[in-house]
């Protein structure tokens, strides 16, 4: 037993001495270790598949919703996946890991996983959530269109007429929640900038930090702080404060309710 | 284990070190000051006495951070010239001019600076 505790010790400060050496090569331009990568593989795929197992989805073979997918497709996909004859831009060329082909994916995951990734995201792999950004719809017509697109030639993706789309409306769709907000406090970025309690993150003290917020009496130091004005200031600080540093993020009223919901609790 | 403790301790806080205070002023007297001129009314400030304010942002930490009154970008030199005249920076903002002397913001200066 005391063997076991000397042998786990060592291995703890092993890990320690190789985590604060800067060993590790952080760099993108260094590949994984085969297992390495065959772990973090699986380990993808399981959780995908798990937290897909519910979701079903709805007809895919509809011709509009496929067309709203090769919009959204070209709109927000292609820099990073590249579509049939067409290569990734260069930043993402450099990627570690690289964005796949998403001609091999339609074949190769089900439509509810396709879904599951891209509304949620894959950490650390540079896939973004794009739940704060497409309605389900609208992340359903994309899945719609992977298949389409596998068996499109090259020749004929180039030829494809796409349709650009209506604006989306901004819906309110519930009352504020402060565990929504927890949530796209995250996905607008603030914690990149702001030191919020509670939130993991960047925590860079490029603003103020967000602790007690809630009784603080003036917004960006120009707008007195109420549910209505923090709302307003969230979504639009560049009109309240036109030399502001925070920038507009495209918050939507929802969101915007959301994260005023959270802040109100950080007394 | 000591040497470890020490790697972790090291690694989350990063290591600083004290140099010259901000603009040459003098940092005991600039914390004097901020209580003088009323700072902590508006403000938190740490080591200033009845500074609790929450009026404006928190002070804490104010010697890193990128942007002052969100609108300058913070240097010693910006932030005794925030201090002087606010509105220079943002005619919008709250905070008042409070006639203070460009020695006494050098002074503020230097003691701000020293909140990391």
């Known amino acids: 037993m005391k063997c076991l505790g000397g042998f786990l010790l060592l291995a703890a400060l092993a890990g320690a001495g190789f985590v604060y050496s800067g060993w590790y090569d952080?760099?993108?331009?260094?590949?994984?270790?085969a297992p390495t990568y065959?772990?973090?593989?699986?380990?993808?795929?399981?959780s995908v598949s798990f937290r897909a197992r519910d979701i079903e989805a709805p007809d895919l073979k509809d011709e509009r919703r496929i067309q709203t997918g090769a919009f959204l497709y070209r709109q927000h996909c292609l820099h990073c996946h590249g579509a049939?004859?067409?290569?990734?831009?260069?930043?993402?060329?450099g990627m570690t890991p690289v964005p796949v082909p998403l001609v091999h994916t339609a074949r190769a995951w089900s439509p509810a996983e396709m879904f599951w990734v891209i509304k949620e995201g894959i950490k650390m792999t540079g896939?973004?959530?794009?739940?704060?950004?497409?309605?389900?719809?609208?992340?359903w017509s994309v899945v719609a269109f992977l298949p389409a697109m596998a068996r499109l030639t090259p020749a004929q993706y180039a030829d494809l007429r796409i349709m650009p789309l209506e604006p989306a409306q901004d819906v309110l769709e519930d009352k504020p929640s402060a565990k929504r907000g927890e949530q796209a406090i995250n996905q607008y970025a603030c914690v990149t900038c702001h030191e919020i309690p509670g939130i993991v993150g960047a925590n860079a003290p490029v603003g103020p930090p967000l602790k007690g917020v809630a009784s603080r009496v003036m917004l960006g130091g120009v707008l007195p702080n109420s549910p209505e004005n923090m709302v307003r200031w969230l979504r639009f600080p560049r009109q309240i404060a036109p030399l502001t540093a925070m920038p507009d993020l495209g918050v939507t009223e929802q969101d915007a309710r959301d994260i005023a919901a959270y802040l109100a609790t950080l007394r | 284990m000591r040497l470890a403790a020490f790697?972790?301790?090291?690694?989350?806080?990063?290591?600083?070190n004290p140099g010259q205070p901000a603009l040459g002023g003098d940092p005991e007297s600039g914390r004097l000051l901020l209580r003088q001129f009323a700072c902590g009314s508006c403000h938190s400030i740490p080591g200033v006495a009845n500074a609790s304010g929450k009026l404006g942002p928190p002070l804490e930490g104010i010697a890193k951070r990128v942007y002052l009154g969100g609108v300058l970008p913070n240097t010693p030199e910006n932030m005794a010239s925030f201090i002087r005249a606010p509105h220079k920076a943002d005619p919008r903002?709250?905070?008042?001019?409070?006639?203070v002397t460009q020695a006494h913001a050098r002074d503020m200066v230097a003691y701000l600076y020293t909140l990391k």
Do not use: E, N
């Open chain 2, 93 to 99: 903002t709250a905070m008042p001019d409070m006639g």
């Open chain 1, 127 to 139: 896939m973004p959530a794009w739940k704060y950004r497409m309605s389900d719809a609208q992340i």
């Open chain 1, 26 to 33: 952080i760099s993108a331009t260094d590949q994984h270790l």
């Open chain 2, 7 to 16: 790697a972790f301790v090291s690694m989350i806080s990063g290591c600083g």
């Open chain 1, 38 to 46: 065959r772990l973090l593989d699986y380990a993808m795929r399981r």
């Open chain 1, 84 to 93: 049939p004859g067409v290569p990734p831009a260069p930043f993402a060329l």
